[in-house]
């Protein structure tokens, strides 16, 4: 089955912690991001990725890191830095279909730090 | 101003009702538009992408007016099943890539 898994579903941390999310797609996608979600809110990019061995800052970067060592792959790193973690955590990935880009959802990280 | 601005309701209808929700957004360079269904507590889904000719799937119709930069869903036969949020999303392609910016959504009740 074609999709895109994250783990763990639920993470739960103490400040001062640094943490990593997985992602990973088997939908042969090249562009892959990562977005927060806080309750009630939209979802606000944290970074991007266009091909392997590149990436770029989203809005909201600050306290976050990423790596793309792989197609497949685009692991999220919350560091310490992070003033506010605790929130849910949704990796994409995106394809050319039919007249625009769609991007296809993972199920989502829920980190809770305290 | 936000970028794309959606009422976020809750919308409360019986089933069997049609329901329609609006979307504006700012920028008019905005290239694609999409509608994403979300349950609770879990990932966005894509609904339907939205073309300038307006697009039909099934009870689902999608228009968007690009001189009023307004979007707009319409569910007839409203199902208990569709109760959820459904968020409007915006899409920008540049040399940065295909950008996505989010609505905060517009969560939909429907009642038996």
């Known amino acids: 089955d074609g999709g895109i898994t994250q783990s763990p579903k639920y993470l739960f941390r103490k400040e001062g912690q640094n943490v990593t999310l997985s992602c990973e797609q088997n939908l042969n996608h090249d562009a892959m991001y990562w977005y927060r979600q806080d309750p009630g809110q939209g979802l606000r990019l944290i970074y991007y990725?266009?091909?392997?061995?590149?990436?770029q800052k989203g809005d909201i970067a600050e306290g976050y890191s990423v790596s793309r060592e792989k197609k497949e792959s685009f692991p999220l790193t919350v560091t310490s830095a992070q003033k506010n973690p605790t929130a849910f955590y949704l990796c994409a990935s995106s394809t050319y279909r039919d007249r625009g880009y769609e991007q296809y959802f993972g199920p989502g990280t829920r980190l809770t730090v305290t | 101003r936000k970028e794309v601005e959606q009422d976020p309701g809750p919308f409360n209808v019986p089933e069997g009702a049609t329901v329609a929700f609006n979307c504006t957004y700012s920028n008019s360079a905005s290239q694609s538009f999409f509608w994403y269904r979300q349950d609770c507590r879990k990932e966005p889904k894509l609904l339907m992408s939205v073309y300038s000719s307006g697009n039909e799937d099934g009870r689902f119709t999608a228009q968007l007016n690009r001189a009023s930069q307004y979007i707009s869903l319409l569910i007839r036969d409203s199902k208990l099943s569709d109760s959820a949020t459904y968020l409007c999303v915006v899409g920008l392609l540049n040399n940065a890539g295909n950008m996505l910016t989010f609505g905060g959504g517009t969560r939909l009740m429907v009642k038996p």
């Open positions: 990725s266009q091909i392997v061995n590149d990436f």
